[in-house]
């Protein structure tokens, strides 16, 4: 029976995890598969929204600035859009670039983000980082305040799966496509690029800080390594491409099943030789390397590659 409650945990855990995953990669689709923008970054932002969290959520201390205790909801909202604010103050700067040179670029700024929570130790405490985090419901007996928090989780993926699907549907998202494909063309036809590039780098980085919010509650503790490139950027790259990039259901499906093959590679790795102890590191981000392989060998375009929308009616009837 405890084994059983045991799997049962590790199954919201999973589930949890996945969903906060859900919800960058959400973010990322905005920015790559909408957009076509090549964000490197994403970590970046995915701290902003955990710090903010943080430091509006807990009690006063001394070691860090914050302790307002402000409302759980009210610190999501916080989080979105401090990191709305930073990408529009990235976007200004970096949007005019392409491809690698944006992806430099947007690295270039996750640093930065991450050096300023690291050595701004009046304010952030440093590389000891922010604890005592409060999550919702967490007084609740166990198992339901990971329930309650898994609820949670998956709303937010929910909601935002089902605006992205209209934003997708509407002739915002037709246009970003447009711009995704054929850049000049659009301009042709009179259309503000740089402002639908830079809406799209906005709303998917207010997404990922949301995530990055979720994640600091989760773990009840933030330091400057919630931006480490391996799982906040190179692992959401490999959900969305795996999962089909330009397709929310992709997005959603890619980072439940990525989470959960990192999850069970950290058990495979347990069990190597002891010789083998300090390369297991590289043994897992090998191993998440091979599934792409395999996956992009079997599915080039992710399990759900691109749906275009189909025209109005009227428009294909008078077609």
Known sequence: MDALY?????????????????????????????????????????????YVTALLTTAPSARHIGGFEINTLVAYACSMV???????????????????YLAIATIGAAEVVRLIFKNETDY?????????????????PEP??????????LVAVGLAFWALQIAQRAPWGRVMTAIRENE??????G????QFR???????????????????QYLKFVDPNVSDPLTATFLVWVMLVVGGSANNKGA?????????????????????????????????????????????????????????PKPPRSTRESA
Not at 124 to 140: D, H, Y
Not at 191 to 194: H, L, P, R, W
Not at 198 to 216: N, P, R, W, Y
């Open 191 to 194: 259309k503000d690029v740089e």
């Open 252 to 308: 959603v499906l890619g980072a439940l099943l990525i989470w959960t093959l990192w999850s069970a590679s950290e058990i495979v790795t347990g069990r190597l030789p002891d010789d083998w102890a300090v390369r297991t590191a590289y043994v897992r981000i090998f191993l998440i390397g091979l599934m792409l392989q395999i996956f992009l060998q079997k599915y080039p375009l992710g399990i759900f590659p691109e749906q275009r």
């Open 6 to 50: 045991g799997y049962g945990l590790y199954a919201i855990s999973l589930l949890t995890m996945g969903g906060i995953y859900a919800v960058l990669c959400l973010g990322l689709n905005v920015q790559w598969g909408f957009a076509g923008l090549f964000n490197a970054g994403i970590g970046g932002f995915f701290a902003i929204g955990a």
């Open 198 to 216: 830079m809406e799209g780098f906005v709303l998917g980085a207010m997404l990922m800080g949301l995530a990055g919010a979720f994640m600091a």
């Open 82 to 100: 401090a990191a709305g604010l930073i990408a529009w103050g990235v976007g200004k700067v970096c949007l005019r670039l392409r491809s690698d």
């Open 124 to 140: 952030t405490n440093g590389p000891r980082g922010v604890s005592a985090i409060p999550k919702p419901f967490e007084t609740l």
């Open 144 to 153: 339901w305040n990971h329930v309650a928090f898994l609820a949670i989780v």
């Open 184 to 189: 000049p063309a659009v301009r042709a036809a």
